[in-house]
């Protein structure tokens, strides 16, 4: 069964570091997400990505967030200066297209980082 | 703004006992309703999507319901089993929108 691909599983890293988060998402989709849970927390959304832009991003997603797809698998997340609190599991997701509402959001086994 | 709340935070049954999730949210004009499981530390594997315009829909042991008017859905679990035991999650996906939004989830736990 097609599923989606997310590295690392895991990051350690210093507080002002760049992270990128990298995720395959399932070859025929074509809607991306990033979603993060901090421990004990709700699963919450971060960013969807579609047509090569971001179709709508919630107020986590400052400018220190910022996604790419840099080529046709691929799909980033990259933090620029890490906080303490980006400490978390950040899992991508993806989906086919919207028209039908049966689409069926499959979630990657998330990538966990620590920011010390 | 969409919230989703999932009743009760934690649930204790056990094994065989039937049982129900609850989960609501405060606008209807959803797309669609997904019920997810979650395994300590692990990813969320999809178990029902709901349409905006179904009722129901069953798998194996599961049945989850929508009432879209009342913002209301259940999971029944029948004949529950120690691997049942994981976090429950209800998401809705907003009409127009591109995000879907979580409740914080039902913790599970099947006694043997």
Known sequence: EPEVTQTPSHQVTQMGQEVILRCVPISNHLYFYWYRQ??????EFLVSFYNNEISEKSEIFDDQFSVERPDGSNFTLKIRSTKLEDSAMYFCASTTAWASGANVLTFGAGSRLTVL | KQEVTQIPAALSV????????NCSFTDSAIYNLQWFRQDPGKGLTSLLLIQSSQREQTSGRLNASLDKSSGRSTLYIAASQPGDSATYLCAVANTGGFKTIFGAGTRL????
């Open chain 1, 38 to 43: 901090i421990l004990g927390q709700k699963v």
């Open chain 2, 109 to 112: 736990f099947v006694k043997a």
């Open chain 2, 14 to 21: 056990p094994e065989g006992e039937n049982l129900v999730l």
